[in-house]
Each structure stands twice: as C-alpha cells, then as structure tokens.
C-alpha cells in the first residue's frame, strides 16, 4: 500500500491530508505532529474564532494581499480559492458568515467548529495522526536526482526512536527553525525568517493617555521608504496598531527588521489632502470664530485626539478660532496630515502573527506546490515563504496549498 507521510497537523497539514485521502482512498495516510494536539494555530486564531478566509472572489484581487506569494497564488487560486473554501466547509456542515469587512468566521464564533470539522472528516477518510512525535531527520529517497546511490527508494523519516517510510512526503510544518533546517539539508533554500503582521512602538507624547481611541481611515507611510498603508488605525497603549499598521507591517516586513523596527512613521489622520484640511480650517475660523479651538472636538476626530494634536501644533488651549495665525493654521494642517512618529520598536500582534520567509518559492512547482528538487516531496503552508496581511489570508493560502497537493497527480 502506498504510503505518504505528512509533517505537521496544522491548517495546510489537514487539508493535504483530507484530499490526498479523498483522491486515494487506498493509500496509508499518516499525519505526523510534535505537540500534543493537532491545529493548535486554528485554535487560537482570531482570537478563538478562526478568521477561516475572506470574502473575497477575483483571484487576481486575492493575491495582492499577500507581500510575499503573491505571483505565484494567482495560478492556485485560480483553482481554489475563498469561494471554494467556504463551499468545502459549508459542505461539511459548518455554516460560515462574511463580515462587514470581508472576514469569514464561522457562525459558531468559535474555531472548534473549524477544528471538529477537519478532525471528523480525516478521520473518516482514514488518515491516521500521531501526536506527541517530533520529527527530526529527513532522509531522501534514491529516486531524488542529488541523493546518493545508497539512498533507500523510500522517503525515510524519523522521530525519536521511531522510523517511518514513504512514497511522498508533504511538509507542513509552519514556520519550524528546526525542519528549515531539514529541507535546507536536503538542498532547498531557505529565505530567512522575519516576524510579519507586528504593531509599532512609540512613546510619543502626543500619544499618551490616547490608549484605545481609533481612526476610521488613515493614511501612512514610512519616512525614506516606499511603504504606503491606509486603513482604520488604533492608538494602543504602546503606541500604534489597527489594519493600516498591521498591512504596513507586512509589506515593510522585511525592510523594517535590519533598521531594527527605529524608523519615522508619517501619519495622515484624515486621509485627506493638506489643502482640504486648511480649507476646511479656514471655514471654522469664520464659522465658528468666538468658540475656543479646543473646546470640541472638530474634522470628526475624537475630543482627546484633536485636543493633543491643537496642543501639539503651538495652540493655546483656550484660544479661539478668529485668532488662528497662518502659522498655527499650516502647524496644525502638518499634525493633522503629516504628523511624524519616531517608531522605537514592535509589539506583537495578538489576534494574527505570521512569520515572513521560508522555502524559496522558485523551487516549487505551484501547479501542485511540489518540490522541483524532488518529485514525490510536496511543501505548502507557512513553511513556504508565503505569507499576508490579517483578514484570513494566511490560512486561505493554507487551504490552497493543501488542496492542489491532495489533487497532484502522482
Ligand atoms: C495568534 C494567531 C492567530 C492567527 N489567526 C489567523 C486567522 O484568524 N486567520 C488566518 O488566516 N491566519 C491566522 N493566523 C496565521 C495562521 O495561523 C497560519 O498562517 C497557519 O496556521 C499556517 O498553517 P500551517 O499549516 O502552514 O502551519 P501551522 O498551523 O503552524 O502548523 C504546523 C504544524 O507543524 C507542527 N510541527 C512543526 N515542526 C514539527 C516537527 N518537527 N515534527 C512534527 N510536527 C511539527 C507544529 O506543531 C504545527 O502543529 C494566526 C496566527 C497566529 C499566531
């Protein structure tokens, strides 16, 4: 009976496994798993929800949300993507809701749903899983054009004192230093790890006591790069967080990590142009003349916001509008819309953290994600160097991954 061994019982792990079972009912399939229980990442994801994927039906608009992977998806999704994955697990019984913003959670609120479902359906195929077994040695089969004559003709692999033989392997195993280093032993590249999807760190005093106030749309941009981001932005307790920060921490993944996270962050509140903002100044200046500037808040900013931002820009607190100066007006136009943050650091983000990097993707074929240095060895998941911003991207390209290895031929 052929055998395939998979590594790691995560998202990309299950669903390998679920479709190879499907495609070969006859095969042994087994899923080999380090820790004590299987699709520990699912559990926690969205914070216990499970962000499963997103509304989202243009392959081609899909894969812009990936920095790293997003050439080589576009041919995947084209074959399944978040409509696929919604049909699977709606399917099999786990009913699944859009929200406004295009994330998909199942109805449950609750990422068991998702977690019952892959177990009840592998098991049902037949795949076996064995927890509690680390794997830390990978032999190549002599079918494999760089291996040694003496290889076996299976694929070894092996797990403390246990010993286990396959036809084809797959490689799920995330973001592991450890198999890395495996797959790098056996010729793959390796393009090296950076944390992704991280928050910003800033003790800038504009800031202080703003903790948990956001901006419905911001624009950004990072001083003497070319990383723009827009989005809700939330002010935290350390600094700065939300959707445009998280998107701007995925593209800048890499470029950020060798400045050390120390970089300028160039914060437009309003997303607007400079010139509207001063128009509209202007306009409270006549309007609202006799009020103090700082009274209310005005732009549709929160109160506390707009009064550290008027203090910021030289205002007297109880000066009133008919006394704005040029000066103050163009002063407060630039806290505005070009306020700058000396950025000191990264905070970790709790609800979605991925890792950028991981096997080279030019040396996988993504028509099956099969290794191109070895027929029968599949890899797919985040132990490619494949990853995107928050919303359910990271597991769609997961579920991808894991669907056209259950359909490659051979
Ligand atoms: C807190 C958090 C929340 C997240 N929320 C979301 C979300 O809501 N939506 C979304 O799209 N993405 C989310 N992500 C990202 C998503 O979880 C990952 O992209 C996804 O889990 C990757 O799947 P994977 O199967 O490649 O890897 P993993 O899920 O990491 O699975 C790899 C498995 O391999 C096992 N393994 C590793 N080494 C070995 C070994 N030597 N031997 C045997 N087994 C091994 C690991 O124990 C693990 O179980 C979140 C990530 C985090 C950290």
């Known amino acids: 009976m052929p055998q395939t061994i998979i590594i790691g019982g995560g998202a990309a792990g299950f669903f390998s496994a679920i479709q190879l079972a499907a495609n070969h009912p006859k095969e042994d399939i087994t899923i080999l798993e380090r820790g004590k229980s299987v699709l520990e990442k699912v559990r926690i994801s969205g914070g216990g929800r499970c962000n499963v994927t997103h509304g989202c039906w243009d392959p081609r608009e899909l894969s812009k949300f990936y920095p790293r992977g997003e050439k080589e998806l576009l041919g995947p999704f084209n074959q399944f993507a978040c409509g696929d994955t919604m049909g699977w697990f709606g399917d099999r019984g786990v009913e699944l809701k859009i929200e406004d913003d295009g994330r998909v959670f199942p109805v449950s609120d609750s990422s068991q749903s998702i977690i019952d479902c892959l177990w009840n359906t592998a098991k049902a195929q037949g795949v076996k899983v064995l927890t509690k077994t680390r794997v830390s040695e990978i032999i190549a089969p002599s079918t494999s054009s760089t291996a040694p004559a003496s290889a076996p003709e299976k694929w070894t692999v092996k797990a ?36 992704s999807l991280f928050a910003f760190d800033t003790k ?23 990383l723009k981001a ?89 000066q009133q509008w008919s006394q704005l100066s040029k000066r103050q007006r163009a002063a407060l136009v630039e806290q505005l819309t070009n306020a700058r943050f000396h950025i000191t650091g990264k905070s970790t983000n709790k609800d979605e953290f991925t890792t950028a990097g991981g096997v080279d993707l030019r040396e996988i074929d993504f028509k099956s994600f099969r290794s191109k240095l070895y027929p029968s060895l599949f890899l797919a998941g985040e132990v490619l160097d494949i990853d995107a911003i928050t919303g359910g991207f990271n597991f769609q390209a997961a579920w991808t991954g894991g669907w056209l290895i259950g359909n490659a031929e051979g």
């Open 230 to 318: 827009e989005g809700p932005l939330l002010i935290t307790h350390r600094g700065l967080s939300g959707p445009a920060i998280l998107r701007l921490s995925a593209w800048g993944a890499r470029r950020l990590e060798p400045r050390k996270y120390n970089f300028e962050l160039v914060v437009n509140w309003l997303a607007m142009r400079p010139v509207d903002v001063e128009e509209q100044l202007e306009d409270l200046k006549q309007t609202e003349a006799i009020r103090q500037i700082a009274a209310r808040a005005y732009l549709d900013l929160p109160i506390r916001l707009w009064k550290s931002l008027v203090q910021a820009a030289g205002i007297p607190g109880d």
């Open 204 to 226: 800038d005093t504009r800031l202080r006591d703003l903790s948990g106030i956001s901006m419905p749309w911001a624009q950004l941009n990072i001083a003497g790069e070319k």
């Open 160 to 195: 403390g004192d246990q010993t286990f033989t396959a036809d084809r392997l797959v490689v799920t195993s995330g973001s592991n230093p450890a198999v890395w280093k495996l797959l790098e032993s056996l010729g793959h590249t390796l393009v090296p790890p950076v944390p």
